[in-house]
C-alpha cells in the first residue's frame, strides 16, 4: 500500500540531481527560461529530444537546387538591398559559381545589413522556395565563413523544441554539455540511471538508455535521415518505450486511487434527466443512449466515475454530457463543466441554459472577461449552493472559487486538459466527504487499443453515429498553382455572406518561423482582397487579443481569419462554410480531420479545400485520398493506423493524446502489449521504480493516489 503522495524527484544520487545553474554559462534568467522546457536539473537537458533532423554535413552546390529541398549552401554575396514590396524586406543574392540564391529577410537591422556587404562568404541553411526572382530562402540560418574548407558538421543537426529567449545553438551547447558528462562516466552506466527491469528490456534487444540517448542527440552523418524522420530506429524505439511505460504508469496509479475513494450516488429523485430529453427538439441517436446508459450506471455507483465519452466532431457529446448534470441536478448537487477557452464556455453555457431554463434550473458563467460585480455575485451563489450548473474555463479551479455541493466534473477536452487540473477541480469537491464524478469528452477518434493506453485512467464510451440530416463537408484537393483560385473563391464566399478559415502550415516547430508565416499569409490575404475584412491569429498573441479577434469573426465582424493552430479556430462558427488548409500534404490525417471540423456547423453545404505542394510523396498522396473519401473520423483513425507504418511517418505528431516527446501512440503501436506487461511487473514488484521513471518523463508535478 502507498499512500497518496507526490513523487519525489530526488531519487536517483546526487548526480542526477545537479541544478540546471551547475552548468557553464547558466544563471538565474537562463534558468528560468529553460524551466519553461521542463528543465530543472542537468539531465533533464538528455531529455529534451529532437524533433527532428537537418543534415548539414554537406554543402549542396545552388545550381543542383530545386523547390522544397533543406540544404546547405554556401556563396559569396553579390548584392544586398533594402526594398519595399507590400513591406519592408532586405533581400541578398549569393552565387557560388553554379547559380544564384536569394535571401529574404522580414526582421533585420542595420547591423545586419551592413554584415551581407558585398563579398562576404556565407554558409546557409534554409528550406528553398521559389520567389520572384528564383529560388529564395526566407530568413535562413546563416554565418560568414573565412575560405574554402572550413569544417562541416561532424554529425546530423538536431532540432529541438523552441521556448522564447532560448536560440537552437545555445540549447545545443547546453545539451553538449550534459552528453559530454554522459559519456564521461561511461565505466558506470552514465548519471542516468535505468529504472525499468531487466527482465523487461532484455527480451526487446534495444539499446542502453545511455547509448540511445547519445545515439539520438548526434547521429553519425551516415544515419538514415529516412529512418530517424520515421522515428523507427532503436535508439528512438528505446526511449519511446520508457516514455510509453511512464505515462501508462502514471495513469494505471492514478485511476486506482480515484476509484479507491467515496463517491455520492446520483439517483434523479426530481427526474430532471428525463424531462430534459424529453423536451428536445430531436431524438437521441442508438449510440447516444449506449453512452448515456453506461454514464447512468457510473453516477448511481458509489465509487467516482472516471468515463471518456469520445465521439466524432458534431456526433452529440454535449447532449449527453448535459443529460448527466441533469441528473445531477437532481440529486440536489453541484456540477462543474470545464471548457479550454472562454468562447468554448460561452457556447457551452448558452446550449446549456436553453437546455435548462424551461426547466426552472439556472446554469451559471465564470470566466476572467466577466465583470468583477457579475463574478463575485456568481461566486457567492455557487458557494452558498444556489447555482447548481457552473460553466468555466480552467478558472474554475484557482484559490477562491468554493461550491457547496460538487458532485460531478465535466471536462470539454478538445485539447486534453492535463490530469493534473483535473484533479485540482475535483479537490473542489472534498468538502462532501466524497469524489466528484468525473465525465470527459473528446473529439480525437482513436483506436480502442490505443485509448487504452492513452486514457488508461478513464473508462471508455464510443458515441459512433453521427445525426441525422447533418450535411458531409465537401473536401476538395487543389495543387498550389492553383492558389490563385482559390483566392477568388473566398472572396465570392465573402461577398455571398460566408466567412472563412485560412490555416497557415506547421512546417516549421520554430515560434518565431509559425507567427512569421501567418502574419505573411494574412498580409498578402489582405493585399489580394481588400474589401474583405482579414484577421489573423497565431500561438504567440496574449490570450485577450485573440479571444477578441475570434469573438470579432464569430460576430461577423471578420469575414476571413488567417490561424496557425487547430487549437485558435475551436470555436463554433455556422456561417463559416470554407477552410483552405496550406500544405495539407505536411499534416497527420486526424489534424487534417479536426480542423476540417470547424466547418459544417450549420445548415449551409461547406467545403474544405487542401492546399499540397508537388511532388507529393505516395504516402502523402494515400492521406489526401482518405481526407478526400470520407468523413468517418473512425475510419479515418482506422485508416491513419495503418498508413503511418514502421519508416512512413511523416508531418505533424498525431495530437490530441498526451504530450508525449518521442513516442506516437500509432507508429508505436506495437510496443504497447509489452508495455502493458511492463506496467503490472513493476506495479507487482518494483514498486519503488514507479515514482522516478515518471518523473523522469512527466516531471515531479504528477500525483500519485494510493496503490492497493
Same mark, same amino acid.
Given at each position: 500500500?502507498?499512500?497518496?503522495?507526490?513523487?519525489?524527484?530526488?531519487?536517483?544520487?546526487?548526480?542526477?540531481?545537479?541544478?540546471?545553474?551547475?552548468?557553464?554559462?547558466?544563471?538565474?534568467?537562463?534558468?528560468?527560461?529553460?524551466?519553461?522546457?521542463?528543465?530543472?536539473?542537468?539531465?533533464?537537458?538528455?531529455?529534451?529530444?529532437?524533433?527532428?533532423?537537418?543534415?548539414?554535413?554537406?554543402?549542396?552546390?545552388?545550381?543542383?537546387?530545386?523547390?522544397?529541398?533543406?540544404?546547405?549552401?554556401?556563396?559569396?554575396?553579390?548584392?544586398?538591398?533594402?526594398?519595399?514590396?507590400?513591406?519592408?524586406?532586405?533581400?541578398?543574392?549569393?552565387?557560388?559559381?553554379?547559380?544564384?540564391?536569394?535571401?529574404?529577410?522580414?526582421?533585420?537591422?542595420?547591423?545586419?545589413?551592413?554584415?551581407?556587404?558585398?563579398?562576404?562568404?556565407?554558409?546557409?541553411?534554409?528550406?528553398?522556395?521559389?520567389?520572384?526572382?528564383?529560388?529564395?530562402?526566407?530568413?535562413?540560418?546563416?554565418?560568414?565563413?573565412?575560405?574554402?574548407?572550413?569544417?562541416?558538421?561532424?554529425?546530423?543537426?538536431?532540432?529541438?523544441?523552441?521556448?522564447?529567449?532560448?536560440?537552437?545553438?545555445?540549447?545545443?551547447?547546453?545539451?553538449?554539455?550534459?552528453?559530454?558528462?554522459?559519456?564521461?562516466?561511461?565505466?558506470?552506466?552514465?548519471?542516468?540511471?535505468?529504472?525499468?527491469?531487466?527482465?523487461?528490456?532484455?527480451?526487446?534487444?534495444?539499446?542502453?538508455?545511455?547509448?540511445?540517448?547519445?545515439?539520438?542527440?548526434?547521429?553519425?552523418?551516415?544515419?538514415?535521415?529516412?529512418?530517424?524522420?520515421?522515428?523507427?530506429?532503436?535508439?528512438?524505439?528505446?526511449?519511446?518505450?520508457?516514455?510509453?511505460?511512464?505515462?501508462?504508469?502514471?495513469?494505471?496509479?492514478?485511476?486506482?486511487?480515484?476509484?479507491?475513494?467515496?463517491?455520492?450516488?446520483?439517483?434523479?429523485?426530481?427526474?430532471?434527466?428525463?424531462?430534459?430529453?424529453?423536451?428536445?427538439?430531436?431524438?437521441?441517436?442508438?449510440?447516444?443512449?449506449?453512452?448515456?446508459?453506461?454514464?447512468?450506471?457510473?453516477?448511481?455507483?458509489?465509487?467516482?466515475?472516471?468515463?471518456?465519452?469520445?465521439?466524432?466532431?458534431?456526433?452529440?457529446?454535449?447532449?449527453?454530457?448535459?443529460?448527466?448534470?441533469?441528473?445531477?441536478?437532481?440529486?440536489?448537487?453541484?456540477?462543474?463543466?470545464?471548457?479550454?477557452?472562454?468562447?468554448?464556455?460561452?457556447?457551452?453555457?448558452?446550449?446549456?441554459?436553453?437546455?435548462?431554463?424551461?426547466?426552472?434550473?439556472?446554469?451559471?458563467?465564470?470566466?476572467?472577461?466577466?465583470?468583477?460585480?457579475?463574478?463575485?455575485?456568481?461566486?457567492?451563489?455557487?458557494?452558498?449552493?444556489?447555482?447548481?450548473?457552473?460553466?468555466?474555463?480552467?478558472?474554475?479551479?484557482?484559490?477562491?472559487?468554493?461550491?457547496?455541493?460538487?458532485?460531478?466534473?465535466?471536462?470539454?477536452?478538445?485539447?486534453?486538459?492535463?490530469?493534473?487540473?483535473?484533479?485540482?477541480?475535483?479537490?473542489?469537491?472534498?468538502?462532501?466527504?466524497?469524489?466528484?464524478?468525473?465525465?470527459?469528452?473528446?473529439?480525437?477518434?482513436?483506436?480502442?487499443?490505443?485509448?487504452?493506453?492513452?486514457?488508461?485512467?478513464?473508462?471508455?464510451?464510443?458515441?459512433?453515429?453521427?445525426?441525422?440530416?447533418?450535411?458531409?463537408?465537401?473536401?476538395?484537393?487543389?495543387?498550389?498553382?492553383?492558389?490563385?483560385?482559390?483566392?477568388?473563391?473566398?472572396?465570392?464566399?465573402?461577398?455571398?455572406?460566408?466567412?472563412?478559415?485560412?490555416?497557415?502550415?506547421?512546417?516549421?516547430?520554430?515560434?518565431?518561423?509559425?507567427?512569421?508565416?501567418?502574419?505573411?499569409?494574412?498580409?498578402?490575404?489582405?493585399?489580394?482582397?481588400?474589401?474583405?475584412?482579414?484577421?489573423?491569429?497565431?500561438?504567440?498573441?496574449?490570450?485577450?487579443?485573440?479571444?477578441?479577434?475570434?469573438?470579432?469573426?464569430?460576430?461577423?465582424?471578420?469575414?476571413?481569419?488567417?490561424?496557425?493552430?487547430?487549437?485558435?479556430?475551436?470555436?463554433?462558427?455556422?456561417?463559416?462554410?470554407?477552410?483552405?488548409?496550406?500544405?495539407?500534404?505536411?499534416?497527420?490525417?486526424?489534424?487534417?480531420?479536426?480542423?476540417?471540423?470547424?466547418? !459544417?456547423?450549420?445548415?449551409?453545404?461547406?467545403?474544405?479545400?487542401?492546399?499540397?505542394?508537388?511532388?507529393?510523396?505516395?504516402?502523402?498522396?494515400?492521406?489526401?485520398?482518405?481526407?478526400?473519401?470520407?468523413?468517418?473520423?473512425?475510419?479515418?483513425?482506422?485508416?491513419?493506423?495503418?498508413?503511418?507504418?514502421?519508416?512512413?511517418?511523416?508531418?505533424?505528431?498525431?495530437?490530441?493524446?498526451?504530450?508525449?516527446?518521442?513516442?506516437?501512440?500509432?507508429?508505436?503501436?506495437?510496443?504497447?502489449?509489452?508495455?502493458?506487461?511492463?506496467?503490472?511487473?513493476?506495479?507487482?514488484?518494483?514498486?519503488?521504480?514507479?515514482?522516478?521513471?515518471?518523473?523522469?518523463?512527466?516531471?515531479?508535478?504528477?500525483?500519485? !493516489?494510493?496503490?492497493?
Amino acid at each position: 500500500m502507498v499512500e497518496a503522495a507526490t513523487i519525489d524527484p530526488r531519487r536517483g544520487g546526487a548526480a542526477e540531481q545537479r541544478p540546471i545553474t551547475a552548468l557553464r554559462g547558466v544563471g538565474a534568467t537562463l534558468a528560468e527560461r529553460l524551466q519553461r522546457l521542463g528543465v530543472t536539473r542537468v539531465q533533464d537537458l538528455l531529455f529534451v529530444l529532437p524533433l527532428r533532423y537537418e543534415d548539414r554535413t554537406r554543402v549542396v552546390p545552388i545550381g543542383t537546387l530545386t523547390a522544397g529541398m533543406r540544404a546547405a549552401v554556401e556563396g559569396e554575396v553579390q548584392l544586398t538591398e533594402v526594398a519595399y514590396r507590400g513591406r519592408r524586406q532586405l533581400l541578398s543574392r549569393i552565387a557560388d559559381g553554379s547559380g544564384f540564391l536569394t535571401l529574404r529577410f522580414f526582421h533585420f537591422s542595420a547591423a545586419q545589413q551592413n554584415g551581407l556587404a558585398r563579398g562576404t562568404r556565407l554558409r546557409c541553411f534554409g528550406e528553398l522556395r521559389r520567389g520572384p526572382f528564383g529560388l529564395e530562402i526566407v530568413h535562413p540560418e546563416y554565418r560568414r565563413v573565412l575560405a574554402d574548407g572550413e569544417p562541416l558538421e561532424e554529425t546530423l543537426t538536431p532540432i529541438y523544441p523552441g521556448t522564447e529567449g532560448v536560440a537552437q545553438g545555445r540549447l545545443r551547447a547546453l545539451i553538449g554539455q550534459a552528453l559530454g558528462e554522459l559519456e564521461a562516466h561511461a565505466s558506470s552506466g552514465g548519471r542516468v540511471r535505468d529504472w525499468i527491469p531487466q527482465a523487461v528490456l532484455g527480451p526487446l534487444g534495444l539499446p542502453s538508455l545511455r547509448d540511445a540517448l547519445i545515439y539520438v542527440h548526434r547521429p553519425p552523418r551516415e544515419a538514415r535521415l529516412d529512418e530517424l524522420a520515421a522515428g523507427r530506429h532503436p535508439a528512438q524505439r528505446r526511449l519511446a518505450f520508457e516514455e510509453l511505460l511512464a505515462h501508462h504508469l502514471s495513469l494505471k496509479v492514478l485511476k486506482r486511487s480515484v476509484q479507491s475513494d467515496p463517491a455520492l450516488p446520483l439517483e434523479d429523485h426530481a427526474g430532471l434527466a428525463e424531462r430534459l430529453l424529453g423536451a428536445l427538439p430531436f431524438r437521441l441517436t442508438g449510440a447516444q443512449r449506449r453512452a448515456l446508459a453506461e454514464v447512468d450506471a457510473d453516477l448511481r455507483a458509489g465509487r467516482p466515475m472516471v468515463r471518456l465519452l469520445q465521439g466524432d466532431v458534431g456526433c452529440g457529446k454535449t447532449v449527453v454530457a448535459a443529460a448527466a448534470a441533469a441528473r445531477a441536478a437532481g440529486t440536489g448537487v453541484q456540477v462543474a463543466l470545464m471548457a479550454p477557452t472562454e468562447l468554448l464556455a460561452e457556447q457551452h453555457w448558452r446550449n446549456f441554459r436553453d437546455w435548462f431554463h424551461p426547466l426552472g434550473i439556472t446554469v451559471a458563467l465564470v470566466s476572467g472577461s466577466l465583470p468583477a460585480r457579475t463574478r463575485r455575485s456568481a461566486l457567492a451563489t455557487l458557494a452558498s449552493g444556489e447555482i447548481p450548473i457552473v460553466i468555466g474555463t480552467h478558472a474554475l479551479f484557482q484559490e477562491g472559487i468554493e461550491f457547496a455541493r460538487l458532485a460531478l466534473v465535466i471536462v470539454d477536452e478538445q485539447h486534453r486538459f492535463g490530469v493534473e487540473q483535473r484533479l485540482e477541480l475535483a479537490e473542489k469537491a472534498r468538502k462532501t466527504g466524497c469524489f466528484p464524478h468525473q465525465l470527459i469528452m473528446t473529439a480525437t477518434p482513436i483506436p480502442r487499443t490505443l485509448a487504452m493506453t492513452a486514457y488508461a485512467d478513464l473508462d471508455i464510451s464510443v458515441i459512433d453515429e453521427l445525426p441525422p440530416g447533418r450535411t458531409p463537408v465537401r473536401t476538395v484537393v487543389i495543387p498550389q498553382q492553383r492558389r490563385q483560385e482559390v483566392v477568388q473563391r473566398i472572396l465570392d464566399a465573402c461577398r455571398s455572406g460566408a466567412q472563412v478559415y485560412w490555416v497557415c502550415p506547421l512546417i516549421d516547430e520554430a515560434e518565431e518561423a509559425r507567427y512569421q508565416a501567418a502574419e505573411e499569409t494574412a498580409a498578402v490575404l489582405a493585399e489580394a482582397l481588400p474589401e474583405v475584412r482579414v484577421g489573423l491569429v497565431h500561438g504567440r498573441m496574449p490570450p485577450g487579443p485573440k479571444e477578441q479577434t475570434m469573438a470579432a469573426f464569430k460576430s461577423g465582424k471578420i469575414q476571413l481569419l488567417v490561424a496557425t493552430t487547430v487549437i485558435e479556430v475551436g470555436v463554433d462558427v455556422p456561417s463559416a462554410t470554407l477552410m483552405v488548409i496550406e500544405n495539407a500534404e505536411r499534416m497527420g490525417l486526424a489534424q487534417l480531420h479536426q480542423l476540417r471540423g470547424r466547418v !459544417g456547423r450549420g445548415s449551409d453545404a461547406s467545403t474544405c479545400v487542401l492546399l499540397y505542394r508537388a511532388p507529393l510523396s505516395e504516402l502523402a498522396r494515400e492521406r489526401l485520398k482518405v481526407i478526400r473519401e470520407t468523413n468517418d473520423g473512425f475510419e479515418i483513425a482506422r485508416r491513419d493506423l495503418q498508413l503511418r507504418g514502421p519508416g512512413e511517418l511523416l508531418g505533424t505528431r498525431q495530437t490530441g493524446l498526451s504530450q508525449l516527446r518521442v513516442a506516437d501512440l500509432i507508429r508505436d503501436a506495437d510496443l504497447l502489449p509489452r508495455v502493458h506487461e511492463a506496467a503490472e511487473l513493476m506495479l507487482r514488484a518494483h514498486l519503488d521504480s514507479v515514482a522516478p521513471l515518471t518523473s523522469r518523463w512527466i516531471g515531479p508535478g504528477e500525483r500519485y !493516489g494510493r496503490v492497493g
